[in-house]
């Protein structure tokens, strides 16, 4: 049998609301954060952009945001709507290499993410300066 703790008020009295907090207080606390959490994690996956293609860029050139949505709008013209939801969505992502002392490991990470690309069913065009070109056609 459980233990209690004082006598129980009548439900849904104020002292019942009061007993109510003062012991299960952390529960209460804990179970609304998790269900914000929750309710937050789901609208943004159900709302986040599907895209239809990815470009990938992989150089050492740093792309200005002008650019970067000048490529999407012309890519975009030449593409079909994949997931048919009305929109072209074109996402390009630069991923640039320093080749600086001390940067080694970003470098690297980088070499992985671009690896991990070639794996994606959405990415089609990749894009890479002359040194990245001829590490890979090496390969």
Known sequence: MAEKYGEIPPRFTKQWWDYVWYYYKWHIIITVIAVIVAAV????????????????????????????????????????DIDENGEKNVMFMPLMFSDNPGSEEYDYAIHMKLEMTFTDDYTYIYLMDKAETEMYLQR
């Not at 709302?47 to 200005?64: E, Q």
């Open 41 to 80: 994690t789901m609208v943004q996956c159900a709302t986040r952009t599907k895209y239809d293609m990815n470009v990938i860029y992989a150089g050492h050139k740093s792309y200005s945001e002008e650019e970067i949505t000048r490529l999407q709008e012309v890519v975009s013209e030449y593409i079909t």
